[in-house]
C-alpha cells in the first residue's frame, strides 16, 4: 500500500526549531524526487524544498533560504525537512510528496511545484507562535 507519512509538527515559539520528517512505504522510494509543501489558511499551497531521488540536488523556496535544510535516508525510506529559526509566517499544514511521473527537475535554485508532484501525504501542522 503506498504510503507517505508526515510527522514532527507542533507548536513551536518564534526562533525555535522543528524536525519533520516523512515516512514512505509501498513503492521503491530511492527512484523518486520528494517535496516538502506547506499551504497556511487562505493561501495556495507552496513550494518549500525538494531533493532529488539520489539526495545530490536540493531546492529551497527563497522564504526559507538558510533556515531550512532538506535530507533524505533512502535506507529509511524517509526525507526530513530540518527547520530552524521559525518565524510566525511559517505556520502553515507541511506535506510531503512524491513525483512518480518524473516531471520535476531537482536543480539548486530551481523550483518546487506542486503540480509536478503526484502523491502526497496527510500534512502534519506547524504553528509558530509566541
Known amino acids: 500500500q503506498l504510503q507517505l507519512v508526515e510527522s514532527g509538527g507542533g507548536l513551536v515559539q518564534p526562533g525555535g526549531s522543528l524536525r519533520l520528517s516523512c515516512a514512505a512505504s509501498?513503492?521503491?522510494?530511492?527512484?523518486?524526487?520528494i517535496g516538502w509543501f506547506r499551504q497556511a489558511p487562505g493561501k495556495e499551497r507552496e513550494g518549500v524544498s525538494c531533493?532529488?531521488?539520489?539526495?545530490?540536488?536540493?531546492n529551497y523556496a527563497d522564504s526559507v533560504k538558510g533556515r531550512f535544510a532538506i535530507s533524505r535516508d533512502n535506507a529509511k525510506n524517509t526525507v526530513y525537512l530540518q527547520m530552524d529559526s521559525l518565524k510566525p509566517e511559517d505556520t502553515a499544514v507541511y506535506y510531503c510528496?512524491?513525483?512518480?511521473?518524473?516531471?520535476?527537475?531537482?536543480?539548486?535554485?530551481?523550483?518546487?511545484?506542486?503540480?509536478?508532484?503526484?502523491?502526497w501525504g496527510q500534512g502534519t501542522q506547524v504553528t509558530v507562535s509566541s
Open positions: 510528496a512524491a513525483d512518480f511521473l518524473h516531471r520535476s527537475t531537482v536543480i539548486p535554485g530551481g523550483a518546487c511545484v506542486p503540480d509536478e508532484f503526484d502523491y
Open positions: 531533493i532529488s531521488n539520489s539526495g545530490v540536488s536540493t
Open positions: 509501498g513503492f521503491t522510494f530511492n527512484y523518486y524526487n
